[in-house]
């Protein structure tokens, strides 16, 4: 198996697709002749040309609307959204056109688009490019919401995701592009499935994106044997691997990146809750970012995004106690 | 060949039969117009009286293959494209048979037989979109073309500017339809928008573009075969506005009372409908004791559609969940 960066697998899986469907085409910002901003688009206009891959003017959402008209021609369009917050000026096209097309059709039309965008912080973008902000598309029904971990998710995930029928929502750790890993191309993930990354037995962390690491790095250190699923899909979850990893476990933590309100952590925890809330055997509880926007300074970027060593603390403390612990911007006081 | 089908094939051939439609539309608009007030129907609605003519034209000039992205102001471009009064007055009454099974109501109707897709009621939503059906063509290599419809307040959005820009640049098959009936909503053009002549906008953008008189089926009908024909064989988009007038208020709501004293009046004249029947006339191919028998038929025709619409079944709950994603095909 080859070993490729995780913009590699991304640039593979949109060449395949485009190899093996001549209906898929890309385009966005600087994507073409420049192949991405982040490399994500290596090689691309060179196999594909100027027709099916294009550079875009900075206009999201007219570029967004036009990936959605083409879609419903017959295209399979994949766009890149350089970065998650600039979805903000075309959200109207994903949220409000294509999401809603197919229901407005009476069921004749289908729009196939992925919005590729990468989305986290870590590297230092300040705040307004460094957020996930995945609960901007996971609330609106007609959208599915994907993001990978790693080299293999990112391929398999893109590929489902550009094969898939409806609109998808593809997030990209952006501070895992470079990183390496092993790439089975003929592994094949389906969107709405999660994986179990590291079996364990006490305790199920849900994590998501470049929160997947952070989770295997603090379940590497944790006394207890924790059980690692990355949950791959948030619209739609697999309720199954994760109702059916906890009544084995009896303890839950998700790991999120993003601000402690309004996530969808707490959307896992509600359906668990609700439904085997007797197979509980502690608390279950999320990690999350707090309430603020990404600072730039480096120190304090790094307390802000959940840190294995973090996620560890929490995990030894609730494996104790089996209460949930006090984030640390509670427990040192500080907000 | 579908009635909708059918009825498309008349108004692209005959233009008596471009004047009953125009008729029907008027009286469609007057029906929903009395059921709204009268409390019969739910939600809001959006009448397009004084603007029949460029529904008209579009049908006329259009295939059925040619996709129209149109706005919340729709039922006269519905029915001029060839729907069926019972299709669309049941999707306004939220019926089982409405052309969207009743989930959509009346600022959303679709067709996409004739080419109608799912009409926005987000202002300027449509033009990206129909840019993007131009991208699909221009890269299957076929002579369709997109068209958007859209108002006068769509020239002041972002998504206007930032879809002429990228249609003028990637030379797209798509033909920008503005239909400026003087009013954005309940403000006059001139209240939030420094200029009378909206088409100049497209110069920046280095688009073709011109204004037609929206009253007038023969200019309408002229100005669209110029700007599809050029999108066919390859040279690009074309910004057309359509100078209309707006008869009736925004929505069902409003009275326009906002309009300056004697307005209306002195566009009444330039009716669409009545400047269709006197050139008919005119032309020989009419006579008034006929149009006046095809205006009081169609009353009734109406009439009888609407009670029938009233008695078509109401959906089942599962409808509301029938098409949010595509069903999976199995290999």
Redesign the interface.
């Known amino acids: 198996m080859p070993a490729m960066r995780l913009r590699q697998a991304i640039a593979t899986a949109i060449a395949d697709e485009m190899r093996s469907d001549p209906t898929v085409i890309t385009f966005g910002e600087d994507i073409a002749a420049a192949e991405g901003p982040f490399k994500t688009t290596e090689g691309i206009l060179e196999e594909f040309g100027p027709l099916r891959v294009r550079d875009t003017p900075i206009s999201e959402m007219g570029f967004t609307g036009a990936a959605v008209g083409a879609a419903i021609m017959g295209m399979k369009p994949v766009i890149e959204i350089m970065f998650m917050e600039f979805l903000g000026v075309a959200l109207d096209q994903l949220v409000t056109e294509a999401a809603k097309m197919r229901y407005l059709s009476n069921g004749t039309l289908s729009v196939p688009i992925v919005v590729r965008a990468s989305v986290g912080g870590g590297l230092g973008f300040g705040s307004q490019h460094s957020q996930t902000l995945e609960n901007w598309v996971a609330a609106t029904p007609g959208l599915k919401v994907v993001s990978p971990s790693d080299a293999q998710s990112a391929y398999s995930l893109l590929r489902a995701a550009i094969q898939d029928p409806d609109p998808v929502m593809f997030l990209e750790p952006r501070v895992a592009y470079a990183e390496r890993g092993e790439v089975d191309t003929n592994l094949k993930m389906e969107l709405g499935k999660a994986r179990i990354v590291k079996p364990g037995k006490d305790l199920t962390i849900v994590a998501l994106g470049q929160m997947v690491n952070v989770a295997r790095a603090a379940a590497a250190k944790i006394s207890a044997d924790v059980e690692v699923i990355d949950l791959c899909t948030i619209v739609p979850w697999d309720k199954q691997c994760v109702l059916g990893s906890v009544k084995k476990t009896g303890r839950l933590v998700v790991v999120e990146e993003q601000p402690e309100s309004g996530g969808w952590g707490s959307e896992i925890i509600a359906a668990v809750v609700a439904e085997q809330f007797a197979t509980l055997k502690a608390a279950p509880f999320r990690i999350t970012s707090p309430n603020a926007p990404v600072p730039y300074n480096g120190g304090l970027e790094s307390k802000f995004l959940p840190s294995p060593e973090e996620v560890t603390r929490q995990i030894e403390e609730v494996m104790k106690t089996g209460k949930a612990p006090q984030p640390w911007w509670r427990r040192e006081g500080v907000n | 060949m579908s009635a909708g089908m059918n009825r498309r094939r008349l108004v692209q051939t005959d233009p008596v039969a471009q004047f009953e439609r125009a008729l029907e539309i008027r009286e469609f608009e007057n029906q929903i117009n009395g059921l709204f007030a009268a409390g019969t129907i739910r939600g809001t609605t959006h009448l397009c009286l004084g603007q029949e003519a460029l529904a008209i034209g579009l049908a006329a000039v259009l295939r059925p293959t040619d996709?129209v992205?149109a706005t919340y102001r729709s039922h006269g471009i519905a029915l001029a494209l060839g729907m069926t009064p019972e299709s669309v007055m049941a999707e306004i009454m939220g019926k089982a048979t409405g052309?969207?099974?009743g989930?959509?109501g009346s600022m959303?109707l679709?067709d996409?037989e004739l080419g109608l897709?799912?009409t926005?009621a987000?202002i300027g939503?449509g033009?990206?979109?129909?840019?993007?059906?131009?991208?699909?063509?221009?890269?299957?290599g076929n002579d369709?073309v997109?068209v958007a419809v859209f108002g006068d307040g769509a020239t002041n959005i972002?998504?206007f500017h930032?879809?002429l820009?990228?249609a003028a640049?990637?030379k797209l098959p798509v033909v920008f339809i503005c239909d400026n009936n003087v009013y954005a909503e309940y403000s006059r053009i001139n209240l939030t928008t420094p200029i009378e002549d909206l088409h100049i906008r497209a110069e920046s953008y280095a688009m073709p573009h011109y204004a037609i008189d929206g009253m007038d089926i023969d200019a309408v009908t002229t100005g669209i075969t110029q700007a599809v024909e050029r999108a066919r064989s390859g040279g690009g988009p074309t910004f057309i506005e359509a100078k209309t007038y707006r008869f009736a208020g925004h929505s069902r709501a409003d009275q326009a009372l906002y309009r300056p004293e004697g307005e209306l009046d002195k566009w009444k004249p330039r009716d669409p409908v009545l400047l269709m029947e006197q050139r008919l006339i005119k032309k020989g191919l009419l006579d008034s004791e006929t149009a006046e028998k095809m205006k009081s038929s169609m009353k009734d025709v109406i009439e009888n559609m609407v009670k029938v619409c009233q008695a078509a079944p109401e959906p089942t709950v599962d409808a509301m969940f029938?098409?949010?994603?595509?069903p999976k095909?199995r290999a």
């Open positions: 996709p992205f052309c969207c099974g989930l959509g959303h679709c996409m897709l799912p926005s987000i939503g033009l990206p979109i129909a840019a993007g059906t131009g991208l699909a063509f221009q890269i299957q369709r997109g972002g998504a930032e879809t820009n990228l640049i990637w029938k098409h949010i994603w595509t095909v």
